[in-house]
């Protein structure tokens, strides 16, 4: 999928305290020397459907959909925001040494699993948009944009972590399958080892309200 960061600067610090491109060297040397960074990012990834599954980021979402984490201090200028995929790629022992794009594989934008990641070229990633895009089972399909769906996502794993820990899959599963436009067609299986989207359905919608974007915000400090 396309990852904006690296043809659109603005969008890539789209909040932060200051605007400017970070290169992925620069990145690796940010993170060294910010361990607390480190420990932040760590905190808002969800792991709980495995390795081979999608790790979903829980912190700040930009308006691309993908994850965002602020390395730094507002208080001594230092502050950059970077995206959280780029950091999963860092810190998975992805190559560092030049500026590649990292492509998601799994066009989902708030996975940070490295082994979804990919880096390439921005010829590559325009390539990926177009073979991909118009898949209606797939994230780039969604109806509700990449951020809608990352932020659904989102809401769905604060809620399931605080209320049902143990249907984290399966409301991950479902809020991802939500916004597929023909997901009411498809077959819902309940039981969380067999859910894989994108066979779960979406004409079963969680009894729950989704949290509002604050409300999710509030919720951080729990995971
Ligand atoms: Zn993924």
Redesign the pocket.
């Known amino acids: 999928m396309i990852d904006t960061d690296h043809s659109n600067a603005a969008e890539q610090f789209e909040g932060a305290p200051r605007r400017r491109r970070l290169p992925l060297p620069a990145l690796a040397r940010l993170l060294l020397e910010h361990p607390e960074a480190v420990q932040a990012f760590e905190r808002r990834v969800w792991t709980g459907g495995g390795g081979g ?3 979903y980021w829980l912190g700040a979402i930009s308006d691309s959909g993908h994850g965002k984490l602020q390395i730094g201090s507002r208080s001594d200028d230092s502050a950059v925001v970077a995206l959280a995929h780029r950091i999963a790629w860092v810190l998975g022992g992805g190559d560092c040494g030049s500026d590649a794009v990292i492509r ?5 934008s708030s ?3 490295p ?2 990641l990919r880096a390439g070229s921005m010829a590559d990633n325009s390539a990926d948009w177009v073979a991909r895009r118009h898949r209606l089972d797939g994230p780039l399909g969604d109806v509700r944009g990449l951020a809608g769906r990352a932020r659904a996502i989102r809401s769905a794993l604060l809620e399931a972590t605080a209320a049902r820990p143990g249907e984290q899959v399966l409301a991950a599963a479902r809020a991802a399958a939500a916004g597929q436009p023909f997901g009411a067609q498809l077959t819902l299986l309940e039981a969380p080892e067999r859910v894989c989207p994108p066979i779960l359905g979406a004409g079963v919608r969680p009894s729950w309200a989704p949290l509002t974007q604050a409300e999710a915000d509030n919720l951080l400090p729990l995971w």
């Open positions: 599954s999608h790790w998601h594989d799994c066009d989902e996975c940070v699993n082994a979804d």
